[in-house]
Nanobody
Framework: QVQLVESGGDSVQAGGSLRVSCTASGDVDNIYCMGWFRQAPGKEREGVAVMHKSGATVYADSMKGRFIISRDNNTNTLSLQMNGLQPDDTAKYYC???????????????????WGQGTQVTVFS
């Protein structure tokens, strides 16, 4: 079992930046994929950025060049630096992890079994 706790959500003006983080505890060593997802009201949950145990990353097209996913293995923390935020980025942001061995990590939320409670990011114009 893995427990995930997100933090860092806030309200920010359009064009601003925000960093959200997710700290994991439990059986963190047997994790191959980890990532960030988001869900806006009335919309399906979507992948934002994911990272393989090897360090390889995948970003959703609309986040490339604006968002950066990173990890700190010493603190078991996964972070998402978000720049150039727009009102369309308003959503609840979730981190997730999955222990299944894979050579690459999917952006689909269906590929992950451990989820945090989410942290709200609101971007106002």
């Amino acid at each position: 079992q893995v427990q995930l706790v997100e933090s860092g959500g806030d309200s920010v003006q359009a064009g601003g930046s925000l960093r959200v983080s997710c700290t994991a505890s439990g059986d963190v060593d047997n994790i191959y994929c980890m990532g960030w997802f988001r869900q806006a009201p009335g919309k399906e949950r979507e992948g934002v950025a994911v990272m393989h145990k090897s360090g390889a990353t995948v970003y959703a097209d609309s986040m490339k060049g604006r968002f950066i996913i990173s990890r700190d293995n010493n603190t078991n923390t996964l972070s998402l630096q978000m720049n150039g935020l727009q009102p369309d980025d308003t959503a609840k942001y979730y981190c997730a992890r999955d222990p299944a061995w894979r050579s690459y990590c999917p952006l689909s939320p269906q590929g992950y079994i451990y989820w945090g409670q989410g942290t709200q990011v609101t971007v106002f114009s």
